[in-house]
């Protein structure tokens, strides 16, 4: 099946910095991926939705400017969370779909700690 | 705006036991249906995907049925084992627009041995 990897898998950084999250479709190329956020036992909300060569489209409440989203090729898209605050502590998952797929394909989630 | 929800929030059952998921949402004008596995910390395992034609999808001891009518999916597990124990998402991509999957809050199992 699609193999879809996030990097780090893992980041800790302190208050005001930023961080980027690398997603990658190893094996197809992902005209869509979109972005989710979960919360400690809480579901997946999605962030925004990008299509490669185009602006991200993002989801009522999430700030544009504090979420940086580029899908700059067809198999890579980066989440950078600017000036990041604890309150941004989470765990995103990227998802990626081809042109022709019935399927969402999901990394295997980034958890960032800011302290 | 599709809404959608799973009955119950956490359910413990001891192993052997068959078991009933829940899901159910609010806009039927969808595309697909798919139910997770997510272990604690870790990313999302794809259990079953139904198109919106379909009405049931089995995957070994896993059966997932759709009545998009009303709205609502059930997961069916049969003969419970510990290692079921995880959280399970239901999910459904939406026939119009972005297209995204939205996420129903998701059910909590432990089996217990």
């Known amino acids: 099946g699609a193999v879809v990897s996030q990097h780090p898998s893992r980041v800790i950084c302190k208050s005001g910095t930023s961080v980027k999250i690398e997603c990658r479709s190893l094996?197809?190329?992902?005209?869509?991926m979109f972005w989710y956020r979960q919360f400690p036992k809480q579901s997946l909300m999605l962030m925004a939705t990008s299509n490669e060569g185009s602006k991200a489209t993002y989801e009522q409440g999430v700030e544009k400017d504090k979420f940086l989203i580029n899908h700059a090729s067809l198999t890579l898209s980066t989440l950078t969370v600017t000036s990041a605050h604890p309150e941004d502590s989470s765990f995103y998952i990227c998802s990626a779909r081809s042109l022709d797929s019935y399927e969402q394909y999901f990394g295997p989630g980034t958890r960032l700690t800011v302290t | 705006k599709q809404e959608v929800t799973q009955i119950p929030a956490a359910l413990s059952v001891p192993e052997g036991e068959n078991l009933v998921l829940n899901c159910s949402f609010t806009?039927?004008?969808?595309?697909?249906l798919q139910w997770f596995r997510q272990d604690p910390g870790k990313g999302l395992t794809s259990l079953l995907l139904?198109?919106?034609?379909?009405r049931e999808q089995t995957s070994g001891r896993l059966n997932a049925s759709l009545d998009k009518s009303s709205g609502r999916s059930t997961l069916y597990i049969a003969a419970s084992q510990p290692g079921d124990s995880a959280t399970y998402l239901c999910a459904v991509r939406p026939g119009t627009g972005r297209r995204a999957l939205t996420f129903g809050s998701g059910t909590r199992l432990q089996v217990q041995p």
């Open positions: 139904i198109q919106s034609s379909q």
């Open positions: 094996d197809f190329q992902a005209t869509t």
């Open positions: 806009d039927s004008a969808i595309y697909n």
